[in-house]
């Protein structure tokens, strides 16, 4: 039997919350941007970054200036507005992942409905693909999502790990079905042709199984490590991680 050949696995750091720290006294620190660069030494392939309609973390000029500053990919995460089309035309991004957003809610509590939303979406991810940025649709794991997110033409999907992350907290069984949704939607989108990436809520405990999925290319992870840098540095948050994510991959390469 031969061994199932594994593609590396990338790390987008998500530095939204340091902004957000930034943003609870109106001054300058600490800088996402300053952030975002000790990501990248630390071994970040990537930044994700969030600028909400609301602007609650992420401004305007901290795109431009991660745009002008980070040696790394910039994955710019948008609502399906005219404005951030805009937005994102003006910077051009490496990437551009659109996701679902509500003004009155917490966090992106759930995946963009793709399959409901096709005739708004499909000019949007012609613009954004024509301008050469590389657009991913932030989904749940549904393969009626998938195959949607395939007929709209987007190359990538991100599957959103919040509910995964939550039943982590719930139960060993809960953890095992969502874990099985994530796998099998995985599969499904990779049969498509689209490119897999995975996030939202992804901490040491959770990213292993997640790690472990051949199909998966990329993992976006913020609100954890910026929790977990205050007790171990960024730095050493990241490295972490990313050695977490390694091993999980490797465990499971050995297993194929
Ligand atoms: C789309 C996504 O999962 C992240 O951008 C996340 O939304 C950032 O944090 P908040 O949801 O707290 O803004
Ligand atoms: N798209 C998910 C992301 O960028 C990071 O989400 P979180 O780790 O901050 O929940």
Same mark, same amino acid.
């Given at each position: 039997m031969t061994a199932m050949a594994f593609e590396p696995l990338r790390l987008g750091v998500n530095i939204d919350h340091v902004a957000t720290v930034r943003n609870a006294r109106g001054g300058?620190? %600490?800088?996402p941007i300053r952030a975002a660069l000790v990501a990248a030494e630390a071994g970040a392939d990537g930044i994700t970054a969030h600028l909400r309609e609301d602007r609650r973390h992420i401004r305007d000029d901290d795109i431009a200036r991660l745009k002008a500053a980070i040696p790394i990919p910039l994955n710019f995460e948008m609502a399906a507005t005219s404005e951030m089309v805009a937005i994102a035309l003006r910077h051009r991004p490496h990437a551009a992942c659109i996701v679902p957003e509500r003004r @009155? @809610?917490? &966090? &992106?509590e759930g995946g963009l409905d793709a399959a409901g939303q096709m005739a708004m979406l499909r000019p949007i991810v012609g613009e954004l693909s024509a301008a050469g940025i590389r657009v991913s649709l932030f989904i749940a794991p549904d393969p009626r999502q998938l195959d949607a997110a395939a007929a709209l033409g987007a190359p990538v999907v991100e599957l959103h790990t919040g509910t995964y992350c939550e039943a982590y907290e719930e139960s060993a069984e809960a953890f095992a079905a969502e874990s099985r949704r994530i796998a099998e939607a995985a599969r499904h989108g990779a049969a498509l042709g689209l490119e897999i990436h995975a996030g939202h809520g992804l901490s040491y405990e959770t990213v292993g199984p997640v790690a472990a999925? %051949?199909?998966?290319r990329e993992l976006n992870i913020g609100h954890f490590l910026i929790g977990e840098a205050i007790f171990r540095g960024l730095d050493g948050a990241i490295r972490e991680m990313r050695r977490a994510m390694e091993a999980a991959r490797a465990a499971a390469e050995a297993r194929a």
């Open positions: 300058i620190h %600490p800088d @009155e @809610e917490r &966090t &992106t999925l %051949p199909m998966v």
